[in-house]
């Protein structure tokens, strides 16, 4: 934690994870696959980093790309996964589940939350709230259902990020005594203080990532020591 800002990143690989342990975060998203915008990571890389470092882990159970309408066979091997992970020190589940209408899966999502607050860990629901049309609905509906917290950039994408933080901002007035809004997605070494600020959740997500030999995306460190160091400016 930075200036009472709680930070996230989204790392993709065991390494990264070891590295950016080494630094002031608060929580790991942990994935794998972030080419495809994050995927359920290994049992064993949950294991091993529960083992080798002292930070928060959240997990992505995301089966596939694509959309985050997924028949009742993925669903089911998502909620194994999740319980997997919860069995094995995960700190919380990251999960989105939505009809091909793009509303909430209200059955699926309250399925996983229960399964998670058995174990009294966090439920996120994560961007694929981004794709939903009546924010306001979502958010009752997934409060009912017992999500904790929502990754959400207001449904902005990069460069225009701050007005998606307007929308947090506004959802965090409404809700924000039930439920979290962690701004991320389009969060850049230029824009992350003003994301902060407007956005007023009091955290952030961000990945921090390059581009490595072989097509897949990684940790930049140097990065995340200039965004972290613009966090400590606010």
């Known amino acids: 934690m930075i200036n009472n800002i709680t930070i996230e990143i989204c790392i993709g690989n065991p390494d990264d994870a070891v590295t950016a342990s080494e630094y002031p975060i608060d929580r790991i998203e942990l994935n794998s696959a972030l080419e495809l915008g994050g995927l359920s990571p290994s049992l064993e890389t949950l294991k091993y980093l529960k083992e080798n470092i002292d930070k928060k882990i959240c997990c992505m159970v995301r089966s596939r790309g694509g959309d985050f309408h997924y028949t009742e066979n993925e669903f089911e091997i998502m909620r194994k996964d999740a319980e997997n992970f919860l069995q094995n020190n995960a700190d919380g589940i990251v999960f989105g589940f939505l009809h091909e209408d793009k509303t909430v899966d209200i059955d699926k999502t309250k399925r996983m939350c229960d399964l998670i607050r058995s174990y009294r860990k966090e439920a996120v629901f994560h961007k694929a709230f981004?794709?939903?049309?009546?924010?306001?609905?979502?958010?009752?509906?997934?409060?009912?259902?017992?999500?904790?917290?929502?990754?959400?950039?207001?449904?902005?994408?990069?460069?225009?990020?701050?007005?998606?933080?307007?929308?947090?901002?506004?959802?965090?007035?409404?809700?924000?005594?039930?439920?979290?809004?962690?701004?991320?997605?389009?969060?850049?070494?230029?824009?992350?203080?003003?994301?902060?600020?407007?956005?007023?959740?009091?955290?952030?997500?961000?990945?921090?990532?390059?581009?490595?030999?072989?097509?897949?995306?990684?940790?930049?460190?140097?990065?995340?020591?200039?965004?972290?160091?613009?966090?400590?400016?606010?």
């Open 130 to 234: 981004d794709e939903i049309d009546d924010l306001d609905k979502a958010c009752e509906q997934l409060i009912t259902c017992g999500v904790d917290r929502i990754l959400t950039s207001g449904k902005a994408v990069y460069p225009d990020i701050l007005k998606g933080c307007e929308i947090i901002s506004d959802l965090n007035r409404k809700y924000g005594d039930r439920l979290q809004f962690l701004p991320g997605g389009g969060v850049r070494i230029e824009n992350i203080k003003d994301v902060i600020t407007t956005a007023g959740s009091g955290q952030i997500h961000m990945t921090s990532k390059k581009q490595y030999p072989g097509g897949y995306l990684g940790l930049d460190e140097k990065q995340l020591q200039i965004m972290l160091k613009k966090i400590a400016e606010i």
